[in-house]
């Protein structure tokens, strides 16, 4: 063509040729042509044409740092072939790679060479042996011999930078991939290199671990084995292990992972690169509870109760037991006396069969999956947003609780956005969060001033004229259980009423509790949700209550009332896996399977459905959720006919309104987004009013943390002692108003009783408001909260 | 106690604020913080994490990155003697050892009256003048045994207190920056036209 002009004269001619990509670069491997992407690495667009180049500290996910120059390889740019870092040169046009070039080859073993001379070559003690990158890559890749002979660096072996992680420092190839990952992805740099030349080495602070959230990944991504974890450190070798894909299911985010065991016993989570999800990350919470599932504390057989004993029986036998409490029960009060809390604990599949068993065969609309804790399940119907869609949202709204706390790898990817500037983050909290110092606008609310809040700052001038350049993503969770949900949904509403067009993230944080609410364990027509339903027991209108997998005592925000409730209740049947506060109330324990035990589909906070895997036997004669209900279904006189767990697969994909395209096969990999329910109710609470605060009172926030009491944490040994223990957080100056220091103990008094606590000077935290982490050992929170009530003062004194 | 002294603070505010990020400001500090304690303590590394907004581990990388900052107490004159070709030609190691007998410590040793810390130092860029040594960095040329001693002596008697001070200083008058040539005035993000561009002479 001639004419620079759009050819609009001759659209047959540009059918037949579209214009060249301008994305495309051209370039030739190994004699071979190739396409690579502007801008991409040569190692990357080299993996992409087959070509394999050997590296140690590249890393997809992390920024390129050239430091083990095992990438070299021979570029040709129009100047002759010259020795290139591949992962630091993007493609250029006509570039000619050769990655298996005599020259290119003496390279690799001299780098292996030198990689070698200081270190240990103690592959077959080491954990890593087996599944090491410098050890396959010195078979493949190194010259087989080494012309060093000087004595090797030695370092006392090993040392704990953290409670979590060891560091044997003689291995260490000084790649950088564990300190990039702690400043860069986890924003905890608290690993740095340490000296200079032949004496650097990895260190933290003295006194100060590694006390990050994220630091098992350090170990996943170690090219070495200078980094082990604890709970894996010499437990299995990697050839022994047996390994299935599957879903963490420690919380909503649903981060993959593989399951790694040897001779039927749980070992390892590894967390599997999932671009749409957990890009590899996991939290440490979700790497190592596996240690909970081979607690010896599991319940591993039916319990009925005989006076204050439980007594173990035969499964027919608990069956019975439990059928002939829910027949006792719906004569004595009608199907709807009969309650199920819980079920976001197991798979879709679990929920799936108790909420056909609930609704369908007892025919109770009391079915419900969260703990009093969360927001409603309305929310999960209203333009829901993607994981992705957050991630490279203009604004990311955060309405929530701390992320970082609670779905951390949630807090990875918004970290990301906001810390590569591709994201603004607006935050309102009651207190400082983990992405605090992230935010483009931070706005600390007092409970109850939520909405006002917001409002307030969307008619700043900067914040509307950010938000009007559109792609708004709105994050949602229950920021503070000691305050109603309603708050957080008025505050909501204002932010859509201000940006009609944001799609909302909902943060429900416990494993399953999307799937479960949208696979069916949620209220039917004129039913109770949690709160509800512990009302009506404390009343004495429930005649039966299943605990699926749930813990009102431990989750639910009022423990007054759960207490009370459990109480009343004159059966409970407890489905669980350990002996919780709760289920030791129950007249039958029903054994259940845990996690990687198991196997079915989940449903992440995104509604993305990934497939979770059986990896190992269930303990004792522990059965999954869906069996029991499924048995327990047949002693009442009916057949779900449900006999495997494709079986309810199929069920659900049938009835639940968005899984049409879920089978176990689009389970499988990055899995499948269920599509929007149709079949859940607007969101429509009324804002309470809330009263003005005494001036002697503190406005009390409560929220988790990591490490919190939950079973699969503190049934781990490796995670239990890492919770933090109950103590109240109060801004340093209105501790001096209390007239007291930190680590001193405080009175603090509700409307119904108090609590001695150890108070924390904070000043993450507002004043007027005092913070108390929730579900930990130690004085219970829960004692001061009135679920009913708009928000909860507390009056706080010396003793 | 070996974080920064309050007046110090005060200076380290405004070191702080010639910077446009104040992590820039990690190795002056340091210094600072040498000045201050004739070497660096981690109460002191803690310290400047937090006035530099970083972590402790990130400061303790820095600090550790080069040797003139101290990790551990050395005397209040540090006897760095050259040992590199030149001068080992000319008679350093005479003079290494002379220096060690004379002030009874092998080299990287403190003398127990905290006065003298003796080193070992690679090329001190004097090579005409060999052999060499510095005194708290300051050049002393063409050793000998004699001058060595005369040296040592003055520094014991206080005679070289106004030419030499003690490890740790660097400047006795410091610097003084006006505002508007500190680096921060121009925003680290706005886009610099580089001064060869015919837009930069605009």
Redesign the interface.
């Known amino acids: 063509m001639t004419t620079t002009e759009p050819s609009a004269a001759n659209p047959a001619t540009e059918a037949e040729a579209p214009p060249p990509d301008p994305n495309a670069v051209q370039i030739t491997i190994n004699g071979r042509p190739h396409t690579a992407r502007k801008g991409q690495l040569l190692i990357d667009a080299a993996a992409d044409a087959g070509e394999y180049i050997p590296r140690f500290c590249y890393h997809e996910r992390m920024t390129p740092v050239g430091k083990c120059r095992m990438c070299l390889v021979e570029a040709d740019s129009g100047r002759g072939p010259a020795v290139t870092v591949s992962c630091m040169v993007p493609v250029s046009p006509d570039m000619k790679v050769d990655t298996e070039s005599p020259t290119t080859k003496r390279m690799q073993e001299g780098i292996l060479e030198l990689l070698l001379a200081n270190h240990p070559l103690d592959c077959p003690v080491c954990d890593k042996g087996g599944e090491c990158p410098l050890q396959d890559q010195a078979f493949s890749h190194g010259p087989g011999e080494s012309r060093m002979l000087e004595e090797k660096r030695h370092y006392e072996k090993p040392i704990a930078i953290s409670d979590l992680v060891l560091l044997d420092r003689e291995r260490c190839i000084l790649c950088d991939r564990c300190t990039r990952f702690a400043?860069e992805v986890a924003g905890?740099?608290?690993?740095?290199?340490?000296?200079?030349g032949n004496n650097t080495h990895i260190?933290?602070?003295?006194d100060?671990p590694f006390a990050s959230y994220f630091s098992g990944n350090t170990v996943q991504i170690c090219p070495v084995g200078a980094l082990t974890a604890q709970p894996y450190r010499f437990k299995a070798r990697p050839w022994d292990l047996s390994q299935q894909e599957s879903t963490c299911t420690s919380c909503s985010v649903g981060c993959r992972t593989v399951v790694q065991s040897s001779r039927d016993e749980l070992l390892r989570y590894m967390g599997v690169d999932s671009d749409p999800v957990n890009h590899g990350w996991l939290c440490d919470r979700g790497r190592f509870n596996f240690e909970s599932v081979k607690s010896d504390q599991r319940v591993l057989q039916p319990l009925v109760r005989s006076g204050d004993e439980f007594q173990p029986v035969t499964w027919n036998a608990a069956m019975a037991e439990a059928a002939a409490l829910i027949t006792e029960a719906l004569a004595a009060g009608g199907p709807s006396s009969v309650g199920i809390i819980g079920g976001a604990r197991g798979t879709n599949e679990d929920a799936h069969a108790w909420a056909r068993l609930g609704h369908d065969v007892i025919g109770t609309p009391n079915v419900y999956a969260q703990m009093g804790d969360g927001l409603p399940n309305g929310l999960l119907a209203e333009s829901p947003a993607t994981i992705d869609e957050a991630a490279n949202a203009a604004t990311i709204v955060l309405l929530g609780p701390d992320l970082k706390e609670e779905l951390p790898v949630l807090y990875l990817r918004l970290r990301d956005a906001a810390a590569k500037r591709r994201s603004r983050i607006i935050e309102f909290a009651p207190k400082q969060t983990g992405l605090t110092s992230y935010a483009w606008r931070h706005v600390a609310y007092e409970p109850g001033t939520q909405a006002a809040a917001v409002a307030a700052t969307l008619s700043d001038a900067d914040v509307a004229a950010q938000l009007a350049k559109g792609n708004v993503v709105i994050v949602v969770g229950r920021a503070n259980l000691a305050e109603s949900s309603a708050a957080t949904i008025a505050a909501l509403n204002e932010v859509r009423a201000a940006v009609p067009g944001a799609k909302v993230l909902t943060a429900f944080r416990r494993g399953n509790v999307v799937g479960a609410l949208r696979v069916g364990m949620r209220a039917g027509t004129g039913g109770l949700d949690t709160r509800g339903m512990l009302q009506a027991a404390a009343d004495g209108k429930i005649e039966c209550l299943v605990l699926l997998g749930a813990d009102p005592l431990a989750d639910f925000p009022d423990t007054n009332l759960a207490r009370r409730a459990l109480k009343a209740v004159p059966r409970i049947i407890a489905v669980d896996t350990f002996l919780t506060g709760s289920s030791q109330h129950a007249n039958v324990v029903l054994a259940a399977s845990a996690y990687a035990e198991k196997s079915g589909t989940h449903t992440n906070l995104e509604g993305r459905v990934t497939a979770l895997a059986r990896e190992v036997t269930p303990s004792g004669s522990t059965r999954a959720d869906w069996m029991i209900a499924a048995e327990l279904a047949l002693e009442l006189g009916t057949d779900l006919g449900y006999s495997s767990v494709a079986d309810i697969t199929a069920a659900i994909a049938e009835n639940v309104s968005g899984y049409e395209e879920v089978t176990s096969a689009s389970a499988a990999g990055d899995g499948v987004l269920a599509g929007a329910p149709t079949d859940l109710d607007a969101v429509e609470i009324p804002l309470p009013a809330v009263p003005e605060r005494n001036a002697y009172e503190y406005r009390l926030v409560v929220s988790r943390v990591l490490y919190d009491k939950a079973v699969s944490t503190a049934q781990s040994p490796s995670l239990a002692h890492l919770a933090p223990g109950a103590t109240v957080h109060l801004h340093p100056l209105d501790l001096e108003r209390v007239g007291t220091s930190a680590g001193s103990e405080v009175k603090v008094s509700g409307t119904r009783t108090s609590v001695v606590f150890r108070v924390v000077a904070d000043d993450t935290v507002l004043r007027g408001t005092a913070w108390v982490p929730f579900n930990q050992a130690g004085p219970n929170v829960g004692e001061l909260i009135d679920c009913f009530a708009p928000v909860n003062d507390v009056r706080i004194e010396t003793i | 106690m070996s974080r920064l002294n309050e007046a110090n603070v005060l200076v380290a505010k405004e070191i702080i604020g010639r910077y446009p990020r104040a992590r820039s400001a990690t190795i002056p500090l340091l210094h600072l913080s040498q000045q201050q304690n004739g070497y660096i303590t981690d109460d002191a590394i803690a310290h400047i994490a937090e006035l530099v907004g970083a972590t402790s581990a990130e400061v303790l990388g820095t600090c550790t990155f080069y040797e003139m900052f101290k990790m551990a107490p050395v005397g209040k004159y540090l006897v760095n003697i050259c040992g590199t070709m030149s001068c080992q030609l000319l008679g350093a190691d005479e003079l290494m050892h002379h220096a060690e007998q004379t002030l009874g410590v092998k080299a990287g040793g403190t003398t127990s009256d905290g006065m003298f810390t003796l080193e070992h130092a690679e090329c001190q860029a004097a090579c005409t003048e060999a052999p060499n040594m510095q005194v708290n960095y300051r050049h002393c040329h063409r050793m000998t045994t004699a001058n060595f001693d005369e040296l040592i002596d003055d520094l014991r008697a206080g005679r070289l207190d106004g030419e030499i001070p003690a490890h740790g200083t660097l400047a006795r008058v410091r610097q003084q920056i006006p505002a508007d040539k500190a680096a921060g005035v121009a925003s680290p993000d706005a886009p610099v036209v580089p001064a060869w561009m015919p837009e930069a002479a605009q």
């Not at chain 1, 905890?188 to 200079?196: C, M, P, V, W």
């Not at chain 1, 260190?203 to 003295?206: I, R």
Request: hydrophobic content about 35%.
């Open positions: 400043d905890d740099a608290l690993i740095h290199f340490n000296s200079r260190t933290t602070f003295p100060e």
